[in-house]
Each structure stands twice: as structure tokens, then as C-alpha cells.
């Protein structure tokens, strides 16, 4: 017998174990539920970077407020503006929809209907898109 890593090992039992063969099995190369590695990292990329905190989702819902797909690309570009600017809080300006958002999280922090209120606290830049 023998010790290893604490652990009695008997050596004709170590002589014994086969060296595993390469498997036949199909070449299933990075698929996942019939997708390629490629179109799960390109489908990825299609997302949106921004997400929107519990609250701001909240608040989107109470006050009937509705982004579309291209009013959030327009978040996104806000949101690198901001960031090239060194902005930390920003208020993004989309349509009639003021968006207060954590630049460094990518992350809408509180959504308002921009008629509604005209005092906006806490934010060290604004971007209009």
C-alpha cells in the first residue's frame, strides 16, 4: 500500500486502470439545444446592455410608460455618451420619458413621464437621444 494525498492507494489496482480511449461519439461541437457557439455569442450581442433595477420596472408599469426596441438602442447610445464623458448618474432623455440611470452598471435606476416632473436630484450629467 501506498499514501497519497493522505489517501491508502494499492498499486495493483493503479496498474490495472485503463488510459480512456477517444470517444466515437458525434462531433456536437458547442451546440446548446441545437445552437452553434457562434449564434448563442452573436444572439448575445443582440441584447440589450441596459437593464432596468426592480423600481424602474415598477415605475414603467405604474405610469403606463412603454420603451420600444429602438427607444432602448437609443438608451444604450446615451448611456456610452455618458460614459465617454465620465458621467456617473445620468438623466437620459428619450421622447417624453426621462430615465434616470447608474452609468457604471448600465442600469436604469427610476423611469418618469418627462411632463410630468421637471426636478431630477442625484445626477451629475443629462443626455438627451
Known amino acids: 500500500?501506498?499514501?497519497?494525498?493522505n489517501n491508502l492507494i494499492n498499486p495493483n489496482l493503479v496498474n490495472k486502470v485503463k488510459k480512456s480511449e477517444p470517444?466515437?461519439?458525434?462531433n456536437i461541437?458547442?451546440?446548446?439545444?441545437?445552437?452553434?457557439?457562434?449564434?448563442?455569442l452573436d444572439n448575445k450581442a443582440e441584447e440589450s446592455n441596459v437593464s432596468f433595477s426592480k423600481h424602474a420596472s415598477m415605475r414603467?408599469?405604474?405610469r403606463n410608460l412603454q420603451l420600444s426596441n429602438s427607444q432602448i438602442k437609443r438608451v444604450e447610445d446615451g448611456i456610452k455618451r455618458a460614459e465617454e464623458k465620465g458621467i456617473k448618474d445620468s438623466?437620459?432623455?428619450?421622447?417624453?420619458?426621462?430615465?434616470?440611470v447608474n452609468i457604471k452598471n448600465k442600469?436604469?435606476?427610476?423611469?418618469?413621464?418627462?411632463?410630468?416632473?421637471?426636478?431630477?436630484?442625484?445626477?451629475?450629467?443629462?443626455?438627451v437621444v
Open 91 to 100: 438623466l437620459v432623455l428619450v421622447d417624453n420619458i426621462a430615465l434616470l
Open 29 to 40: 461541437k458547442n451546440q446548446v439545444n441545437n445552437k452553434t457557439f457562434k449564434e448563442i
Open 60 to 62: 414603467l408599469n405604474s
Open 1 to 5: 500500500m501506498t499514501i497519497i494525498n
Open 107 to 127: 442600469t436604469v435606476v427610476t423611469a418618469i413621464d418627462n411632463n410630468s416632473e421637471k426636478v431630477y436630484t442625484n445626477i451629475d450629467g443629462a443626455v
Open 23 to 26: 470517444n466515437n461519439l458525434p
